[in-house]
Nanobody, 123 residues
Framework: QVQLVESGGGLVQAGGSLRLSCAAS????????MGWFRQAPGKEREFVSA????????YYTDSVKGRFTISRDNAKNTAYLQMNSLKPEETAVYYC????????????????WGQGTQVTVSS
């Protein structure tokens, strides 16, 4: 089992930045690729970004390329999502997830999920 806990969400103005963290415990963190997803009210959960086991490779959905940066620190068992130039339509609950495949964007490819952290972007 892997337990994931997200933090760093909050309220930010459009154009602002937030850094989300995902702290992992349980099994060996570096055995898992990590992903970030988001779910807005009334919408399906969507893929945002993924990072490989070592952090050498990253993968983004087109809408966040150039604005979001995923990273990980295997020594700290933590993954991060730096979000810049945020837009109101990116208001959502953001989830981190762990899985053994990479790069994958399907939520069913991930085995473990955090509880989510709310990100609200005001216009």
């Amino acid at each position: 089992q892997v337990q994931l806990v997200e933090s760093g969400g909050g309220l930010v103005q459009a154009g602002g930045s937030l850094r989300l963290s995902c702290a992992a415990s349980g099994r060996t963190f570096s055995d898992y690729a990590m992903g970030w997803f988001r779910q807005a009210p009334g919408k399906e959960r969507e893929f945002v970004s993924a990072i490989s086991w070592t952090g050498e490779s990253t993968y983004y959905t087109d809408s966040v390329k150039g604005r979001f940066t995923i990273s990980r620190d295997n020594a700290k068992n933590t993954a991060y999502l730096q979000m810049n130039s945020l837009k109101p339509e990116e208001t959502a609950v953001y989830y981190c997830a762990a899985g053994t495949s990479y790069p994958v964007a399907g939520s069913n490819e991930y085995d473990y999920w955090g509880q989510g952290t709310q990100v609200t972007v005001s216009s």
